[in-house]
């Protein structure tokens, strides 16, 4: 995982960075199997510094109870009005148990209209989904939700 | 064809079970896959726009119109617009060729084309576009009512299907139909047991994260239960899908569906 | 080229809120899951996904390998002039594929 922690929020993405590229080189290390809550906790101080984060205004809509962890659908929305003084700058959505904590970060801005979007993830186990919200003012939000990841009865080899 | 002699051997074996219990579904009781599977899955297959097999159909319509082969020719060239000309084709698929003297599935009909017609290579089984092609001709037959029926020609090779799947294999000592005639509706590990009618096919599988065909679900299901799988391109597979297809004549195809 | 499927409303009234609905062909190959050989299938994943609205920046996505294979994104964003919206995919070796389509706004 990333070596130092991010400074400020800006490195957040610096961080995500060194850590797709550190595929490249992890690959000769050994690599955790899961997630431990020390790099999730990590990942989330990439993105919020010493900020308090405030659970409220986030809303992750993912089914509790997931038939297949390789395609899982994920929404999130914030409640915010999205005008040009007071809108969501970022929406982070983190993991707890996949190899590593982050999933998605979103980019927004007052022409959105709608803090919301929706995607499809992969859950290798069953585990909460963290969303935090960066607001226009500073503040961050968030919300976090368990599912349960159940498997699949056949399970094929890989061919390729 | 190694599987079918090594079934050969147990036969005394098996033979002193009867071979499964299976009564068929009644006719007014099947349901397809769809209500087997949960409401978020089902809300991907029911949405064009969100539908992962939709990117196949797209890919295929997109080789409809390709050249390909010695004689360079794309399958609009002959087939027009499949839209008018491929409407309720799969829905009859597999289908007896009178040349060869059994049934062949949309996948061969498709590599038979290419090979006659445009005198090209086949397409692999489970390439990207050989998929993409069954995929953009099932489609047209969305919402269409499968209709492969028994016949004098087709009956032998029904039967011969329905045998594999009432059949016990493999090391588990399972037929087809224990799970699928018997006790379908009741859990297997997380997910619920379908009643195996292929009105989906190709599918978008959540498991493989891409499209798969019937011969591959078929063939994963067999190793699942420790019995040898057949070969893709196998009789056996494409009697299997026969019966699998007649055994669900009349319900509607939903291709490209999505399962977990 | 992957295969990409867009869904944007063609038309819509001056300040909407319109979704716009995204899906990509790609195997967003983890990095994690071990090969035939044993060895594991290195990372391929697109990692970053930009739309823009007449030129204009109006939403991002930076990817990790938890987004699912088939990347498929949906959001929102205000309907303000006609014109063209531009979505970009790039993967993690700077390969980027761009789609359009076209809005009318009244």
């Known amino acids: 995982m990333p070596d130092g922690n991010p400074r400020s929020r800006r490195d957040f ?90 999933v998605i970060s979103i980019g927004l801005g007052p022409r959105a209209g709608r803090a919301s979007f929706s995607t499809r993830i992969r859950l290798a186990d069953s585990q909460t989904v963290t969303a935090i919200a960066e607001l226009s003012d500073g503040t961050f939000w968030s919300d976090g939700v368990d599912v349960i990841v159940t498997l699949a009865a056949c399970i094929e080899e890989t061919t390729h | ?119 090209a290579e086949p397409l692999p089984f489970e390439s990207k576009e050989l998929l993409a092609l069954a995929a953009y001709i099932a489609r047209q037959s969305h919402g269409m009512p499968i209709a492969v029926a028994a016949d004098a020609q087709t009956k032998p ?22 799970c699928h005639d018997d006790n379908w509706g009741k859990r297997l590990a997380g997910n619920l047991v379908p009643q195996a009618h292929p009105t989906g096919y190709p599918i978008y599988r959540l498991e493989w994260q891409e499209l798969g065909s019937l011969q591959r679900r078929l063939r994963s299901c067999m190793s699942a239960m420790r019995a040898e799988p057949y070969d893709f391109g196998a009789l056996e597979l494409v009697d299997l899908e026969l019966y699998l297809m007649w055994r669900a004549r009349g319900m509607p195809l939903e291709a490209p569906a999505v399962r977990p | 080229m992957a295969r990409a499927l867009i869904h944007v409303p063609p038309t819509a009234k001056r300040g909407e809120v319109i979704e716009i609905k995204t899906l990509i062909s790609h195997v967003m190959e983890t990095g994690y899951r071990i090969g035939v050989t044993g060895a594991p299938i290195p990372r391929d994943i697109i990692d970053q996904f930009v739309c823009t609205y007449n030129g204009e920046e109006v939403f991002r ?46």
């Open chain 1, 13 to 102: 993405l610096k961080v995500a960075g060194v850590v797709a590229g550190c595929g490249a080189l992890a690959r000769v290390t050994i690599r955790p199997a899961a997630a431990t809550p020390a790099m999730l906790a990590d990942a989330i101080r990439g993105v919020v510094g010493e900020a308090p984060v405030s659970k409220g205004k986030v809303t992750i809509e993912i089914p509790p109870i997931v038939e297949n962890g390789n395609s899982v659908p994920c929404a999130v929305s914030v409640d915010s009005p999205m005008t040009a003084t007071d809108y969501v700058k970022a929406i982070h959505v983190f993991n707890e148990k996949n190899p590593q904590p982050y």
């Open chain 2, 1 to 119: 064809m190694r599987a079918f002699n090594a079934a050969l051997l147990f036969l005394p074996l098996i033979s002193t079970f009867v071979a499964a219990q299976a009564a068929d579904i009644p006719m007014n009781e099947r349901k397809s896959g769809s209500a087997f599977i949960g409401p978020d899955t089902k809300a991907m297959q029911d949405d064009d726009t969100i539908n992962p097999g939709m990117l196949a159909v797209l890919d295929g319509e997109a080789l409809w119109t390709e050249k390909a082969g010695a004689a360079a020719k794309s399958c609009a060239d002959c087939h027009g617009d499949a839209k008018a000309t491929m409407r309720g084709v799969a829905a009859r698929y597999p289908a007896f060729v009178q040349a060869l003297g059994r049934p062949v599935d949309l996948e061969q009909w498709i590599n038979m084309s290419r090979t006659e017609d445009q005198k």
């Open chain 2, 157 to 178: 090779f029904i039967d011969a299907g329905r045998d594999i799947f009432e059949r016990r294999a493999g090391q588990l000592n399972l037929a087809c139909a224990l």
């Open chain 3, 61 to 106: 996505a930076r990817l990790f390998p938890a987004i699912a294979a088939n990347p498929f994104i949906s959001f929102f964003t205000v309907a303000t002039d006609s014109g063209t919206l531009a979505f970009s995919w790039t993967d993690q070796h700077g390969k980027t594929q761009v789609e359009t389509a076209q809005i009318t706004v009244e």
